[in-house]
Nanobody
Framework: VQLQACGGGLVHTGDSLKLSCVGS????????MAWFRQAPGKEREIVAA????????WYVDSVKGRFTISRDDARNMVYLEMNSLKPEDTATYYC??????????????????WGQGTKVTVSS
């Protein structure tokens, strides 16, 4: 079972990026998924989470109104669309999938599967 994230890069303040994460080895259709990030010297934090139906989404306050999490179960994928990027968004972004939880989960230990990370750098 594997998650593969991509889409990171070097952008300027105010730019947009869309991260993608594809799962393989099992279907993630019926579980919660999320994006976390870890900036240099900081702890990993959750950025956004989405329930198994996509009907419930959660965002950390610092990205509300700028980031959108979505999922495409037919493709076993989760996305993070990031707009109006700021230097403080600079981090390595990780996608994650829960093993059994259906609703949005906010703690890293609640996710059983992790992508390898994709780096986002926002220059000022």
């Amino acid at each position: 079972v594997q998650l593969q994230a991509c889409g990171g890069g070097l952008v300027h303040t105010g730019d947009s990026l869309k991260l993608s994460c594809v799962g393989s080895g099992r279907s993630f259709r019926r579980v919660a998924m999320a994006w976390f990030r870890q900036a240099p010297g900081k702890e990993r934090e959750i950025v956004a989470a989405i329930s198994w139906t996509g009907g419930s989404r959660w965002y950390v306050d610092s990205v509300k109104g700028r980031f959108t999490i979505s999922r495409d179960d037919a493709r076993n994928m989760v996305y993070l669309e990031m707009n109006s990027l700021k230097p403080e968004d600079t981090a390595t972004y990780y996608c994650a999938a829960a093993g059994t939880y259906y609703s949005c989960r906010l703690e890293a230990y609640e996710y059983d599967y992790w992508g390898q990370g994709t780096k986002v750098t926002v220059s000022s």
